[in-house]
């Protein structure tokens, strides 16, 4: 494996163990709710991301997945970035106009801003690597000759 996909696993497995901490910690002992939710879904991104770096460290992507299925994923990757994204705007608006406290912590809005922003770069980061690795596919299955160069 090349370094820089050891990086990038590094960086998507903490994403992932943090992802789910921050959830059993904050949905689950200070039932905060909508940070449960924005951390949770931080880390299936983070997970999917591991996934796609781990079978192209391996060299198996093209056993794995098609193009297809990764546009599908780099779909999944855009769609959170943006609702990811609106959910931030959202929530800074909520914490600036009603002056809402950090704490307590089941009430915070700003928590959630930041859970929704680290949602939306995992989600960023699956769009980018998604359309890397169909590129790097497509480059790997184009046929020598073609029917019109025969």
Known sequence: MSRNIIIHLIISAIGV???VSA????FAVYNNHDVGFWSILSAIL????FHLHWVRGRGT???WHTKVT???????GFVSAVVSITALIWYLFLTCYYQIPIHPISESTA???VWSMICGKWGISLTYHTYKYELIIQEDSAPIMTESNA
Do not use: H, K, P, T
């Open 46 to 49: 983070a997970a999917v991301c």
């Open 70 to 76: 990764l546009r599908n994923l780099n779909i999944i």
């Open 111 to 113: 928590i959630s801003a």
């Open 23 to 26: 959830c059993i910690v904050l």
């Open 17 to 19: 163990i943090v992802g």
């Open 61 to 63: 992507l093209e056993r």
